[in-house]
């Protein structure tokens, strides 16, 4: 689970700078925090970014809220949801 | 007070349904739709999808597309009438956007080739074609801009300030709209389906609909505005409120307005988009106001899409037409009523009785205003009480220039020096928490420091109800950084944070959010003149209750856009930005320092333009005892015929009086008028102003008021007085 360990750390440095989180650090993001609502400051607004940042980097569309609310559970879920349907990471 | 009554005079509509209001009929008689994949641009390599396109091309014209479909609006709106309107209010959200988009991505570097940019080109457009020489108003609140443009109108009718107002709204496709929406997940891939148990969205669109109001009963009326009612959600900057109690609000102000109650709503014309969350948060509303007594309800944006800012017209256009024709339209596209929503929308065209309908326009910011019409009533006074368009009380006040805060500013001032230029994100930002405005670029960051300030300053206890945002060129920086991500993706991954925060009033929103103003949120904008116009919104709709509220005039420069849109820009100048924010009250009781709106009007190729302004202040001997200071706002682009008009008026005048050409200290933008309001305050507060105008003392006030004068090709006129 090496690229598992490394895609999540990706995935907190990119959370923290494309919502231009303030006095949150990539570490402070814990695996299984809640994403949204949570002590992030994280809303609707900002996972739909997060929706555009993901298809573009890893090609994995999130496109029907069904799906976007189990995917940005938290972090580990997200990771996941990623790894198995991202073109550029399976192998 | 007991105001005119409100008469349609006249009826223009283009709309992906047809052109002309018998095309239009024949479209709802027959249910059709007018959703299909857009052609009008390309879409790079995504699939295109569905949108509620007017079917017309305009290869010939050199305008921009909204211009065009206002043109058309307007010529049957106009259409028999022969004098002039006395007003145009009209609401705009993408003005020339879309060929903006094409000259952005082939780098054009003219500013002539952008001069039909601005929201304010179209309604100063109609305005010029009609001969209209009174209030020209552009709102700007997205979804509900041409419904809160109709209650401008029905105010100033209302209140005799016109008699004849020409009332709209219009907006073409561009791709920040097909774009933006779509990356906020809100666009339904099969078309919408408003309120259909298996809805996924809206479906944009275009048009354009204009009523001509009349205080006049014509021959033949279609129909009565009775009453309009507005609100502020103050909950989300996209999402509805989700028990819809903004909209409640909204509905139940524009009943008492009219002076009915809710039984007496025969037919709503929905806002309907399609979205989940739109509709349930309407359909929520509507059962906690209707309860047992629910009225006929459908929403046609299932057969027109969302024409975004033109919904509100075409809709009191399509609601006209039900009243005249005693049908109300199918609700097109919903398969299988959401029992959720528990609405029961007639699917289709249905032949009642109906004499008053309800209109429900809502946009983002949750910005809500709801009309009400009805056949024409026996004549006679309205019912309602029309607003009282008076000096408003200055509660506080508060300016960002290039200097820093109002604190800064007026020191510089006091000193002799110019405050232009540009302050930092950082500085700008220094009273606002880091956390809240993270997503939030220059321009809602200096509106809400100002609001902020301004607030502070007053040291009062109460919030304000209500907010009224005058800009001249709406938030730069996301428009073009949602612009310029667009083609840097070929078109792929657009933001959806900067397309949230691009619309012109965005920043208002944030507003009614950080002090939970739920009372009306309207933004307007007219190039130079745009805190002025807000002012006069502000006087018009304030007055209705007597709750405070704040008045801005914000601008932000941009390194790119500013020098192609703002023609007092040149490129290469050192850029200034900041604006002007004043807490006041419509209560006249307590004695104090007052702020009024005296004259609005175009100028350009309009004859006895000053002696008009004269006028309106009571004539020249007045002038000179009421006003110890004259500051000038004379915009860069209109120099020359602004030293005309300002000489003319001094020496009609004979003003002795120091004369204060603002823009030399504030530096050039839009709204530098909001500033020069603020100063004007602080030196009447301080009884003087600056010594060095005259190389000596500061000059005592001796209690004098400060006249602001705007010149160009708009002449207004605001005071500053103690009262």
């Known amino acids: ?91 | 007070m007991i105001g005119n009554r409100v008469y349609i005079s006249g009826m223009g509509i283009i709309s992906p349904l047809g052109i002309g209001v018998l095309e239009t009929k024949d479209a709802i008689l027959k249910n059709k739709v007018g959703i299909r994949p857009i052609s009008l641009f390309s879409v790079a390599k995504n699939k295109p999808l569905p949108v509620g396109e007017v079917p017309v091309v305009f290869e010939a014209d050199p305008i921009p597309r909204t211009h065009a479909l206002a043109r058309i609006a307007a010529a049957q709106a106009m259409e028999g009438c022969l004098e002039p309107p006395d007003a145009v209010v009209l609401g705009i959200t993408t003005g020339g956007m879309l060929t903006t988009e094409d000259l952005l991505r082939q780098k054009e570097t003219t500013p002539a080739a952008f001069q039909y940019h601005s929201l304010t080109s179209v309604t100063e457009d109609i305005a010029r074609r009609y001969h209209c020489t009174g209030p020209v108003v552009t709102v700007s609140t997205a979804c509900s801009s041409s419904a809160v443009a109709i209650t401008i109108a029905l105010e100033m009718i209302r209140t005799g300030m016109a008699g004849r107002v020409l009332a709209g709204g219009a907006d073409s496709l561009c791709r920040l709209t097909y774009y933006g929406f779509h990356s906020l997940q809100l666009i339904d891939p099969d078309g919408a389906h408003p309120l259909d148990k298996n809805r996924r969205g809206m479906s944009v669109a275009e048009g354009a609909a204009m009523l001509l109001l009349t205080a006049d009963r014509p021959h033949h009326a279609v129909a009565e505005i009775l009453g309009a009612g507005l609100s502020c959600d103050a909950y989300h900057p996209t999402a509805p409120e989700p028990e819809g109690k903004g909209a409640l609000s909204a509905m139940q102000a524009a009943l008492d307005d009219a002076g009915i109650l809710y039984s007496d709503i025969d037919y709503i014309n929905l806002h309907g988009t399609g979205t989940r969350d739109n509709d349930l948060a309407e359909a929520r509303a509507i059962n906690a106001l209707f309860l047992n007594k629910m009225p006929i309800v459908s929403s046609i944006k299932g057969a027109s899409g969302h024409p975004l800012a033109a919904a509100g017209a075409i809709e009191a256009v399509v609601s006209a037409i039900a009243l005249s024709d005693q049908r109300v339209p199918g609700n097109v596209g919903c398969r299988e009523p959401d029992p959720e929503l528990n609405l029961n929308p007639v699917l289709q065209p249905t032949k009642t009785s109906l004499t008053t309908v309800l209109s429900n326009s809502f946009g983002f910011g949750g910005n809500n205003a709801s009309l009400v019409m009805g056949t024409p009533r026996s004549s006679g006074q309205s019912a309602a009480a029309a607003g009282r368009a008076k000096p408003m009380k200055v509660l506080g006040s508060a300016c960002i220039t290039g200097a820093g805060d109002t604190h800064k500013t007026m020191e510089m001032i006091y000193a002799g020096k110019p405050c232009s230029g540009i302050i930092s994100l950082e500085e700008i930002s220094k009273n606002l928490a880091a956390a809240g405005v993270r997503r939030l670029k220059r321009l809602p960051r200096l509106v809400l420091s100002l609001a902020t300030s301004a607030h502070e300053n007053s040291q009062r206890a109460d919030t304000p109800s209500s907010v009224f945002l005058g800009t001249g060129w709406g938030a730069l920086s996301e428009t073009y950084d949602f612009l310029s991500r667009l083609y840097e993706t070929d078109e792929q991954f657009p933001s959806p944070i900067d397309f949230v925060g691009s619309v012109h009033n965005s920043p208002a929103g944030q507003i009614a959010m950080k002090f939970q103003a739920t009372g009306p949120n309207i933004t307007t904008t007219g190039g130079d003149y745009s805190f002025e116009q807000s002012m006069m919104t502000a006087s018009l709709l304030s007055g209705k209750t007597d709750a405070p509220f704040l008045l801005i005039g914000a601008d932000e420069s941009h390194h790119k856009l500013s020098c192609l849109l703002d023609r007092s820009v040149s490129a290469g100048e050192i850029l200034s930005d900041g604006g002007g924010a004043l807490y006041l009250s419509p209560e006249d009781k307590t004695g104090g320092l007052y702020i009024n709106l005296n004259h609005y009007q175009m100028a350009t190729d309009i004859p006895g333009v000053i002696p008009s302004l004269i006028q309106s202040l009571g004539g020249a001997e007045r002038i000179r005892e009421r006003y110890g200071v004259l500051l000038a706002g004379i915009p860069g682009a209109f120099r020359k015929q602004s030293a005309a008009q300002l000489s003319e008026f001094l020496t009609s005048t004979n003003f002795q009086k120091p004369v204060i050409d603002y823009r030399k200290l504030t530096g050039e933008f839009a709204s530098a008028s909001a500033v020069a309001a603020v100063l004007a305050i602080n030196f009447l507060k301080q009884g003087t102003i600056p010594g060095w105008l005259l190389k000596g003392e500061n000059l005592p006030l001796h209690g004098k008021g400060a006249l602001i004068i705007g010149l160009g090709s708009f002449i207004t006129a605001m005071e500053v007085i103690w009262q």
């Not at chain 1, 490394?6 to 650090?25: A, M, Y």
């Open chain 1, 1 to 91: 689970m090496q690229g598992m360990e490394k895609l999540i750390d990706e995935l907190k440095h990119k959370i923290v700078s494309s919502l231009n989180l303030i006095d949150i650090q990539p570490e402070d993001i814990g695996n299984d925090d809640q994403l949204v609502g949570g002590d992030l400051g994280i809303d609707s607004i900002d996972i739909l970014e997060m929706v555009i940042v993901i298809e573009r980097d890893y090609g994995v569309a999130i496109d029907n809220k069904e799906i976007g609310q189990q995917v940005f559970k938290s972090l580990a879920t997200l990771a996941e949801h990623i790894y198995q349907h991202s073109p550029r990471l399976s192998t």
